[in-house]
């Protein structure tokens, strides 16, 4: 099985920073990695795929690169709405992993 | 529009059998796999395993294996994941959620829910 580990595991930033997360899996795997963001009491929302391809509607503040072993998530300026948790998810294997998560916090 | 609609939330007993549905709509619910996921309380996201609807295919993640299975009714568009015995640590909520892709992609459509809550 591939493993996500994500860092960091909380983050706490103000309105308008760029943040930052990152995702590396334990082995090389093709670009088939999500971000998912979660509000408390939510079920998870997908932001982005295929590593980079944004959903249609999420804000365009988000982007997501990278390759092989290490995956990024980026948040351009970030808003009050931002605040929740984020997970990276692997589908390159058969059997999906999701990274531990990222808790986000608004300054 | 799009949906999965989960059913309502269960306290049941260790050693209890249950069984949570996940119902389709809004789409061609034969085309695209539908996922399990657990969250437990205060934690992440954990994979459960799969299933294609088309022929009842399953894949598991070995941490769940053997504890759950996965299968579905495609004449009511309707997957389940099913316990027969129960345990306290499955308490979570569970959560199915679509593949966007035939057969692959990221999660695109997730349900609401379900909460299970095991306690003697």
């Known amino acids: 099985d591939i493993q996500m580990t994500q860092s960091p595991s909380t983050l706490s930033a103000s309105v308008g920073d760029r943040v930052i997360i990152t995702c590396r899996a334990s082995r090389s795997m093709n670009s088939w990695l999500a971000w998912y963001q979660q509000k408390p009491g939510k079920a998870p929302k997908l932001l982005i795929d295929e590593a980079s391809n944004l959903q249609s509607g999420v804000p365009s503040r988000f982007s997501g690169s990278g390759s092989g072993t290490e995956f990024t998530l980026t948040i351009s300026s970030l808003q009050p709405d931002d605040s929740a948790t984020y997970y990276c998810?692997?589908?390159?294997?058969?059997?999906?992993?999701f990274g531990q998560g990222t808790k986000l916090e608004i300054k | 529009e799009v949906q999965l609609m989960q059913s309502a939330a269960e306290v049941k007993k260790p050693g209890e059998s249950l069984r949570i549905s996940c119902k389709g709509s809004?789409?061609?619910?034969?085309?695209?796999?539908i996922n399990w996921v657990r969250q437990m309380p205060g934690r992440g996201l954990e994979w459960m395993g799969r299933i294609d609807p088309t022929d009842s295919y399953t894949n598991y993640s070995p941490s769940f294996q053997g504890l759950v299975t996965i299968s579905t009714d495609t004449s009511i568009n309707t997957a389940y994941l099913h316990w027969s015995s129960l345990k306290a640590s499955d308490t979570a909520i569970y959560y199915c959620?679509?593949?966007?892709?035939?057969?692959?992609?990221?999660?695109?459509?997730w349900g609401q829910g379900t909460t299970v809550t095991v306690s003697s």
């Open positions: 809004g789409y061609s619910f034969t085309t695209y796999w």
């Open positions: 959620a679509r593949n966007s892709g035939e057969g692959a992609g990221g999660l695109d459509v």
């Open positions: 998810q692997q589908y390159d294997s058969f059997i999906y992993t």
